[in-house]
Nanobody
Framework: VPLVESGGGLVQAGGSLRLSCAAS????????MAWYRQAPGKQRELVADVRSGGSTIYADSVKGRFAASRDNAKNTLYLQMNSLNPEDTAVYYCNARGVTPTGLKYDDWGQGTQVTVSA
């Protein structure tokens, strides 16, 4: 599943950014879309996980500040990030996983988008 992310950038602490992840050219609804992030020297970690039915799981560190949503018709995932702080600085990756209608498993990643929060 090809994934294209957009919306990263540089923002001051307390500011907001909105990330988008679009899966194009596929003819089925993606089972699970998620945002992960990886800060320098750290492991990649889950930020938000959104099922096709709408249920969402957030990392404790972003609860109340970040909101993930998806447009199933467009296979597009969003991440609204508010009250950003320098600890949110990382490369943010989109993930799509599930099983196609023909039974093929997929687990694909976007290229990542840099989010930098200055103090």
């Amino acid at each position: 599943v090809p994934l294209v992310e957009s919306g990263g950038g540089l923002v001051q602490a307390g500011g907001s950014l909105r990330l988008s992840c679009a899966a194009s050219g596929i003819g089925f609804s993606i089972n699970v879309m998620a945002w992960y992030r990886q800060a320098p020297g750290k492991q990649r970690e889950l930020v938000a996980d959104v099922r096709s039915g709408g249920s969402t799981i957030y990392a404790d560190s972003v609860k109340g500040r970040f909101a993930a949503s998806r447009d199933n018709a467009k296979n597009t995932l969003y991440l609204q990030m508010n009250s950003l702080n320098p600890e949110d600085t990382a490369v943010y990756y989109c993930n799509a996983r599930g099983v196609t209608p023909t039974g093929l498993k997929y687990d694909d990643w976007g290229q990542g988008t840099q989010v930098t929060v200055s103090a």
